[in-house]
């Protein structure tokens, strides 16, 4: 909402030439998001001047030569391109030096042969807007209304000419709760408030009781007002001007529009939007000649009618939608839209005035459901008291009359079924002190709230009975009131303490555990990433898992922003690998990553919601990221989550991976977490990835339910260990995994420990075969092991092993 | 035969002119070894009289002890130079860059979260969640959301179903703890959150936020005003001043937005890109819950009352890092990630 200050003051008479408007109004509610400056002193040197002859350029023919008077100064030539001067007119001329915005600086010179001693100016080049410029001049000079067009002030600078010195206006962020301040009024009657200074809508006296010397017939009896759908329109006032002439508004209605954001256009729509902007109640107009039977009334459409509005645009209309009709058909959409059959025109003499309140959910309906935003919908769509038309039906004809757009005739027609009452709220000063952390007095309540107009009686017991005023539709309850005494009692003077309590923080082993495998992942070398929730259903295709039921059961949205982001993941890998393959392409030459989020599931739950789990899936290439990385941050991953060693199971039949280099991981006791594996050449070429890529995602839910990260001391040993190294022979496809588990068995309780310390295929080592080297560690917890105890125990093993692998000591 | 002055002399000149360990060796073995100098002239005392051999071995032990005393300082000079020598030829270039295994990162949404958690933990809140797909009644109704409020639009809110969405911001989780806790209730809420926005520089569809609740009976707005200040000056800097001003949320009156003296440029410096010359760059809305989402948890309305806030994180880890386009954290490219040890 954009308000010049001066015009909020017109009603605040005591506040004029407040420093610190801005901020106070901030801290009051009404936040102010800039203030721009009209006529801040930063364009100079341009001045009134006067066509006195407008020519052709004789070696252009777009270009014209203008003589322009401006003043004492002989008249200057300037040559313009725009085309919408002509003789007589009277523009802002910028003379030889002046600075335009942007701090451009006009020279003499000359153009086409022909001598240009200045330039003459467009709106927009004195600072205001495309949006607010009047049309004919949108496009070219700006040729200066009525009020500038006078001898004597030529060569003045343009901007005292036009009164815009200094203007400021401030342009306010007003919520969706404070309808009454999109309108002057309401503001003002903010700024009251703050500084403390009484309201005063002088010059709004309204003017009905006026004899009309022309049509002695009051417009009550001239036109029947009558409404069908009351639910839908608390009230309907018209009122009737006569003898109208359709001009252009004086500069002052201009001025105060442009700087409002509006486009001025002629006087009886200026007016309208005027009093719109000033008292928040948008007004329409018909001209009277186009309705028939004298009569309005409000009332839906049929269901396929069909209406054309004022903007030419043909609509078909909805059973709900609240039409204006005359005695035979609709001539307006209620408070959205003019028709274009009741439009008013150049000829119009007769006008008939709407002032209405239609209800906010009649009018948010009409105009989504047949697209149209009008600054009248937007307004009443937020809500507009049935207190405010006969205000500004009055105010209409006050302006009318005072600008001489014509007369208006005594009396109206207001149908009001059910008058509007002021609220009696019950505010207990206790109650507001218990919320604020004050300790205000009934009185100093009371005084507070009439700053705002509000009205209070004291009742016993510390209470008050508020009654605020009608254009306050946003105060019900005794918490609004409250609202409204912090506010203007002012936020920065409450208290600034921290409430005693005993309460201690917890979180969810869940939470906690995250917070520990984001670390431990990160130590190892993985970077965590973050990606949407709402992924493209073709994801699971790319990694192969679109025959997987479970990642296909997709939560759908129904209004994505595209298909990319039209279902809910039920796998983070695809986005990992996309993330994956974003860094490859930015010539990341290696990468680790990880991400632990939500998948959903299309099973809904007693909520009625789909089942959310949280799962951890984490990837990479490069040379740290093979294979047997990412095992082993599993195995970490579970050791460091007290379950226990992770068995790996290799899989051949899972399409995202390489048949041959993936596992799913269970725990000892056979559960399943998840699956890891190199990814399958299929995959890599989908997301267009010449490296291979390794990853797993497990069950992020099932780790952190199953975690113990409790640990039980072990004593340290007494007796000395006894180690022993065996380098052996296997087949290739033997499994290292079963070799150790022979080895385990076999050993038995001495064997504390066995490990792989290498891998060799080559020279020495026949066809087919590979040579394995374990360490083992002997020990007895109860005495001193003897070579003898290990060399039994290594018999037991290597026979084992013979026996159920075929795998023999190595010769060297 | 050598007289021990002699012999002291001569082993003396041979000693300072040694310059291996061996050879000072090879001069303790002509010396002193079982056929060495000194050891012959001791020995040759038994062919003395008496009344010689006494002076006499006292000279030839003086003798010994005097070259064994040169040996030994010869001995430790050379051993000296030697370890300077080897040091020397150890040196290595401290100026090579310096060699660990890469750490990975947390990402900055993390981080962020858990330093806005961590405060309001050290301040007694506990960490509750909520899921990402809520129930329309918890995202608007149960939040005092009028039935035409236009954020429940398809155009700012994406729907599963007539009845479900993905929530809009994470005060369902208050509607949720409500209805499931007694008072007092203490509790922050982080979590992601969408609207429809379409992505660019300062829009995202997805963001994350933190939620606080507090309620418990004598809960006021000046509790509400000092701990989001106690809150300020942790995250931002001890010096951060904050202000309140009046705003609307439906599920608090009254309501406030917070704003933090601007850290970017210290006070109203004009030109500054974050607070626009104002001085003050907001950080989270908050307000006293309405009374009417009290009533949801079925509480006493008069007994009880509370305060609460939610913060953007992305909005305050931009804020607070200086990052320029809040895209950045879901292209999830290495580059940045990294930045932040």
């Known amino acids: 909402m954009l308000v010049p200050i001066t015009w909020m003051e017109e009603y605040v008479p005591g506040g004029v030439g407040k420093e610190d408007v801005a901020e106070r109004m901030t801290l009051s509610g009404s936040n102010v998001e800039g203030v721009k400056t009209y006529g801040d002193g930063s364009v100079t040197g341009v001045v009134l001047g006067r066509l006195d002859d407008v020519w052709p350029h004789p070696d252009s023919d777009h270009l014209l030569l203008c003589k322009a008077e401006v003043g004492a100064d002989e008249a200057v030539q300037i040559v313009t391109g725009a085309a919408n001067v002509k003789k007589g007119d009277y523009v802002p001329v910028a003379m030889h030096g002046a600075v335009l915005p942007g701090g451009l600086k006009i020279k003499k010179g000359k153009l086409r042969g022909e001598v240009s001693d200045g330039m003459l100016c467009s709106a927009q080049e004195l600072g205001f807007s495309d949006k607010v410029v009047p049309l004919a001049c949108k496009d070219g000079i700006w040729i200066l209304p009525e009020e500038a067009r006078q001898t004597a002030m030529l060569g003045k600078d343009i901007f005292e000419v036009l009164g815009l010195v200094n203007v400021q206006v401030i342009e306010f962020e007003i919520t969706p709760n404070r309808p009454d301040c999109l309108s002057v009024h309401g503001l003002a009657a903010e700024y009251a408030a703050v500084y403390d200074l009484p309201l005063d809508l002088v010059g709004m006296g309204a003017k009905d009781d006026t004899p009309s010397s022309t049509r002695p017939q009051a417009a009550e009896n001239h036109i029947k007002v009558s409404i069908a759908k009351p639910e839908h329109c608390s009230r309907y006032i018209a009122r009737i001007a006569e003898d109208i002439v359709i001009k252009e508004s004086p500069w002052w209605l201009q001025k105060k529009l442009m700087l409002s954001g509006m486009r001025p256009i002629n006087n009886i729509v200026d007016i309208t939007n005027y009093v719109m902007l000033e008292l928040g109640n948008p007004i329409h107009a018909f001209d009277i000649r186009q309705l028939a039977g004298g009569e309005i009334n409000v009332d839906t459409a049929k269901a396929g009618e069909k209406f054309t509005t004022l903007d030419g645009v043909d609509r078909t209309l909805y059973e709900d939608t609240l039409l204006i009709k005359d005695g035979e058909r609709g001539v307006a959409i209620a408070g959205v839209m003019g028709g274009l059959n009741s439009e008013i025109t150049d000829d119009t003499k007769t006008i008939l005035i709407e002032a209405a309140s239609f209800s906010k959910d009649s009018v948010r309906r009409t105009s989504k459901k047949l697209g149209i935003r009008t600054e009248a919908s937007s307004r009443f769509e937020k809500g507009v008291p049935a207190d405010l038309p006969k205000m500004a039906a009055d105010r209409v004809c006050q302006l009318i009359e005072l600008t001489g757009a014509g007369t208006a005739v005594a009396g109206m027609a207001d149908c009001y079924p059910v008058p509007q009452e002021r609220m009696e709220i019950m505010v207990r000063a206790s109650r507001v002190n218990a919320v604020l952390g004050t300790s205000l007095s009934a009185d100093e309540i009371a005084g507070v709230l009439a700053r705002l107009g509000i009205g209070t009686e004291i009742c016993e017991g510390g209470a008050l009975k508020a009654s605020p005023p009608l254009t306050r539709i946003d105060l019900l309850e005794e918490i609004d009131i409250i609202e409204e005494v912090a506010r203007i009692y002012g936020y920065d003077r409450l208290g600034t303490t921290i409430h005693a309590d005993e309460a201690e923080a917890s979180m969810s082993k869940s939470w906690e555990l995250r917070s520990i495998l984001r670390d431990t992942l990160a130590g190892l070398g993985l970077s965590e990433i973050q990606t949407y929730s709402f992924v493209s259903p073709s994801g699971i295709a790319l990694i192969g898992a679109d025959r997987d039921a479970d990642k296909a059961a997709f939560v759908k949205l129904i209004n994505p922003l595209g298909e990319e982001n039209s279902v809910m993941r039920t796998t983070l890998l695809p986005s990992l690998v996309e993330a994956l393959a974003r860094n490859y392409n930015h010539m990341a030459k290696d990468c680790r990553i990880f991400e632990v989020g939500n998948t959903f599931k299309n099973h809904i739950n007693e909520e009625g919601l789909p089942t959310e789990a949280l799962s951890l899936c984490a990837g990479g290439y490069g040379d740290a990221a093979g294979f047997y990385f990412f095992k082993g941050c599993i195995e970490h991953m579970f050791k460091k989550f007290g379950l226990g060693e992770p068995v790996f199971e290799p899989i051949s039949d899972n399409d995202t991976f390489h048949p041959g280099r993936c596992a799913l991981v269970k725990d000892a006791a056979g559960a399943l977490y998840g699956v890891v594996g190199e990814l399958h050449p299929d995959v890599l070429s989908r997301f267009d990835i010449p490296e291979r890529i390794c990853c797993f995602e497990l069950d992020y839910d099932m780790l952190a339910k199953n975690a113990d990260t409790h640990r039980v001391y072990a004593p340290l040993p007494k007796y000395p260990a006894i180690l022993r190294d065996i380098a052996l022979i296997a087949d290739n496809e033997t499994p290292v995994g079963k070799l150790l588990e022979i080895i385990k068995q076999r050993g038995g309780k001495i064997l504390e420990h066995a490990e792989l310390f290498d891998v060799y295929r080559g020279k020495q080592v026949p066809e087919g075969k590979k040579s394995l080297a374990f360490g083992l560690t002997f020990r007895d917890k109860d005495k001193t092991l003897t070579d003898e105890d290990a060399a039994k125990a290594m018999a037991k093993i290597l026979k084992g092993l013979a026996d159920e692998a075929g795998a023999a000591l190595r010769d060297v | ?341």
């Open chain 2, 1 to 341: 035969m050598k007289t021990p002055e002699e012999i002291f002399a001569e082993a003396k000149a041979l000693v300072e002119s040694a310059d291996t360990p061996a050879a000072v060796e090879e001069l303790r073995i002509r010396y002193l070894g079982k056929k060495g100098e000194v050891t012959a002239l001791l020995k040759s005392m038994g062919g003395l009289a008496p009344e010689e051999r006494k002076s006499f071995g006292m000279q030839a032990n003086k003798l010994k002890q005097d070259v064994e005393a040169l040996l030994e300082a010869k001995q430790g000079v050379l051993a000296e130079a030697g370890q300077g020598l080897r040091l020397a030829a150890e040196r290595i270039d401290v100026t090579e860059p310096g060699r660990i295994y890469e750490p990975g990162t947390k990402h900055m949404i993390t981080i962020t979260m858990d330093e806005i958690s961590g405060i309001f933990m050290r301040l007694g809140y506990s960490i509750t969640e909520g899921p990402e797909v809520e129930t329309v009644f918890n995202n608007f109704d149960a939040l005092n959301a009028a039935p035409d409020h236009p954020s429940r639009d398809m155009s700012d809110t994406f729907y599963i179903t007539e009845d479900t969405l993905l929530r809009t911001h994470t005060s369902p989780v208050q509607v949720r703890t409500l209805m499931s806790q007694e008072p007092p209730i203490k509790v922050i809420s982080p979590g992601r959150c969408f609207r429809t926005d379409t992505p660019d520089a300062t829009h995202s569809p997805m963001f994350h936020q933190v939620e606080g609740l507090l309620v418990d009976e004598g809960v006021t707005m000046a509790d509400l005003k000092g701990t989001l200040d106690l809150f300020a000056k942790r995250m931002f800097g001890e010096e951060m001043r904050t202000r309140f001003r009046p705003h609307f949320f439906p599920f608090t009156e009254p309501s406030a937005e917070v704003d933090v003296s601007c850290f970017v440029c210290g006070g109203s410096a004009p030109s500054c890109r974050v607070c626009r010359g104002s001085g003050w760059i907001e950080i989270l809305g908050c307000g006293m819950v309405h009374p009417n989402v009290l009533k949801v948890g079925g509480l006493d309305t008069d007994r009880y009352t509370g305060f609460a806030f939610g913060m953007g994180v992305e909005r305050i880890a931009m804020l607070k890092h200086g990052i320029d386009d809040i895209r950045l954290f879901y292209e999830n490219d290495i580059r940045f990630i990294g930045q932040f040890y």
